[in-house]
Each structure stands twice: as structure tokens, then as C-alpha cells.
């Protein structure tokens, strides 16, 4: 195997995304958002009525559902049966109820399958939670992205204010550190720190300056 292929995991908001975004653009490697994933099989849950603590109706509807990432110069689309959610997997409503839907085996079971074909022997930077414990585990770099809370929710806040949507920053606290429990504490590979990851915190460095120490990370397989 003559890939590079890179895994960033962290809590909520740590800027795991935009941070792999840029990565994949310097790279000219493909950027996969394993999160946008969990979030369109919610929203469509969500639209369909469908239990979301009911593990057999989710992956009766998995199993139906189409869910496509594509990197555009102006940014990630994400198409759920044909149809670009973009926008709407960025909800509260959905991100609320999206560590509920990630949390069942079988469902996760599922999105590794797909993430892993949609890896499959290609250069690839791929962000979430379980990418370097399960997803790929013999990726060349891990990177665990670490934030304070308090940061993150700032994060968060200005980029809600910045896009002229209404923020309570407090709120959005809240539900970064519900998000990160329920993603910390479930039985089916959990959000952890893979042993051989490199943690980095962001609490205190730019999105260049995180870019910078990953890509010299990566610069010792080339
Ligand atoms: O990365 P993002 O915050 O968009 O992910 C949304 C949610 O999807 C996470 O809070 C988590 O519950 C779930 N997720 C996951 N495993 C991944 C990526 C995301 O469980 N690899």
C-alpha cells in the first residue's frame, strides 16, 4: 500500500473539518466527512418519522438510503437519495439527534463498510470520531483533535453569528458536551484517542498553525 491515508478524530467542534478540508486541498487527496453521513441518515429519519432509538427501523432505512459526498471548490455538497442536504444536516434539530442515531452497532456497522469502500486504495484525509480505532485502523497519520469546550462553543457561536443564524452560546455549550458524552460512553467503538494518534490541542493555535503540524506529520511518509 503506497497510500497516504489520514485520520482526524476529536469531540464536537473541534474544528476537525475545516482543518481536513484544507489538508485535502494542499494534499490534492480526497476529503471525507464521516459525520455528514451520520447526519443525513438522521435528517432523514427525522423527516420520516422513524424511531431513533428503534435500531431495526434505522438500518431498515440505511439500507434504502443513498448518501454521497462531494468536494466542490465552494465547499462540501452532501446528496441523500439525489438530493443536496447540505444545509439541512446542520441543523439543531439534526445535530441534536445525531449521536442517538450513530449510537446503534448496526448502524454503525454499516457506515464503516461504506467509509472504508469510499477509502478504499485512494490518497484520502477522512474525519469523525472512530476513524483511526476502526475505520482505518492502519492509517499512516492519526491526528486527535482536542478543545477546550469553552473554545469550541465560541467556535461554534461565531461561526452561527458570522452566517447570520441565531446563537446562544450557552446553549450551544450544553450541547457539545451532551454530543461528546453520548459519542464518549457508548458501547459500539466510542470516541477515544487511538493509541497511536498524535494529539494536538487547538485551544490556543490557528486552523494554519494545526494544518502546519499535521502536514509535517504527514511529510515523513513521502
Ligand atoms: O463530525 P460531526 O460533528 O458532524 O458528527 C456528527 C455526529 O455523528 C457525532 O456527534 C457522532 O455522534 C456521529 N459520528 C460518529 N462517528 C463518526 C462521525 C460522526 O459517531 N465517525
Redesign the pocket.
Known amino acids: 500500500n503506497n497510500n497516504i491515508r489520514i485520520a482526524i478524530d476529536g469531540p464536537?467542534?473541534a474544528g476537525?473539518?475545516t482543518v481536513a478540508r484544507k489538508i485535502a486541498e494542499r494534499l490534492s487527496i480526497v476529503y471525507i466527512?464521516?459525520?455528514?453521513m451520520?447526519?443525513a441518515l438522521t435528517l432523514k429519519a427525522l423527516q420520516n418519522n422513524v424511531n431513533i432509538e428503534d435500531e431495526q427501523s434505522l438500518i431498515h432505512l440505511l439500507k434504502k438510503t443513498t448518501i454521497q459526498l462531494k468536494q466542490t471548490d465552494h465547499g462540501q455538497i452532501v446528496y441523500l437519495d439525489h438530493k443536496d442536504v447540505s444545509s439541512d444536516i446542520r441543523t439543531q434539530a439534526v445535530?441534536n439527534a445525531?449521536?442517538i442515531v450513530?449510537?446503534h452497532r448496526l448502524i454503525?456497522e454499516e457506515?464503516v463498510d461504506r467509509q472504508r469502500k469510499l477509502a478504499d486504495n485512494i490518497n484520502v484525509v477522512m474525519?469523525?470520531?472512530?476513524?483511526g480505532t476502526h475505520?482505518l485502523p492502519m492509517a499512516e497519520v492519526k491526528i486527535f483533535l482536542i478543545a477546550s469546550v469553552e473554545e469550541r462553543a465560541l467556535r461554534r457561536h461565531k461561526e452561527n453569528i458570522s452566517k447570520g443564524f441565531s446563537s446562544d452560546l450557552d446553549q450551544l455549550k450544553q450541547e457539545i458536551i451532551k454530543?461528546d458524552e453520548?459519542?464518549s460512553k457508548r458501547a459500539s467503538?466510542p470516541?477515544v484517542q487511538a493509541d497511536d494518534a498524535i494529539a494536538i490541542d487547538t485551544t490556543s493555535l490557528s486552523i494554519e498553525e494545526v494544518v502546519e503540524k499535521i502536514l509535517k506529520e504527514v511529510s515523513q511518509f513521502h
Do not use: F
Open positions: 464536537a467542534a476537525k473539518s466527512d464521516t459525520g455528514a451520520y447526519r445535530s445525531v449521536s450513530a449510537k454503525r457506515m474525519d469523525g470520531r472512530d476513524v475505520i454530543r453520548r459519542d467503538s470516541l
